[in-house]
């Protein structure tokens, strides 16, 4: 197993895909990860065909276990010849990650906490920038999203807006991971709506989260 801060390189492609560096940090500190180009290590939630749900209080590590699971699935798929450059050749490439994670190119992947999205998709509207909605068809047909705290209540929009991505990535079978402080039950009532955590409880395998960070 190789410590995580032996590979700056594929941080830096991970904060490429919106990982922040927090959470980056926090990965160097308590997570080790299998060598580039292998995959040595297979946690039991790391299921091929099933999204992921990390749920629990603030401060159990939901988003850094996210980023984990997300660094798996991309050195397993960069074995397999599946990720969309090379990691030293993309790292070394400043355009590709000035772009943010490649949001042009065939294939991206994508961390991105769901205020963020929302936000940037509002912007659009107000500055006339297109930064929004080429976050959003990156997070939609992205190999594989994070997306990090569904946790508040949403406008009509905003849920129209997510209910249509959860719905694409759902139909596109697009691995995806999502976190949140609620238990799906509880989600239904604080989005007040049952279409998003239903489709989310037929395709995700549930993780509750304890361990404390802080």
Not at 180 to 189: A, F, G, P, T
Request: with cysteine; charged share 25%.
């Amino acid at each position: 197993m190789a410590k995580l801060e032996d590979n700056a390189a594929f941080f830096r492609l991970l904060s490429s895909y919106g990982v922040p560096r927090r959470i980056i940090n926090t990965l160097i500190s308590n997570y080790s990860l299998p060598a580039p180009y292998s995959l040595n290590h297979s946690p039991s939630e790391l299921y091929q065909d099933k999204w992921i749900y990390l749920y629990g209080p603030t401060g159990t590590g939901k988003s850094t276990h996210a980023a984990y699971l997300m660094s798996v699935f991309l050195r397993a798929r960069a074995r397999l010849g599946e990720a969309p450059l090379d990691i030293e050749k993309a790292c070394e490439d400043d355009t590709y990650v000035a772009r943010g994670g490649a949001l042009q190119d065939q294939v991206c992947y994508r961390y991105v906490r769901v205020t963020e999205l929302l936000h940037a998709m509002k912007e659009d509207f107000n500055s006339g920038s297109h930064y929004g909605q080429h976050l959003f068809n990156c997070c939609r047909r992205a190999a594989i999203l994070v997306l990090d705290d569904l946790t508040s209540q949403l406008s009509q929009w905003e849920l129209a807006q997510l209910d249509y991505l959860i719905d694409r990535r759902y139909g596109d079978e697009l691995k995806t991971i999502i976190t949140s402080n609620h238990s799906l039950e509880r989600l239904k009532r604080v989005l007040g709506s049952e279409r998003i955590p239903g489709r989310i409880g037929e395709v995700a395998h549930m993780k509750k989260m304890k361990r404390t960070y802080r």
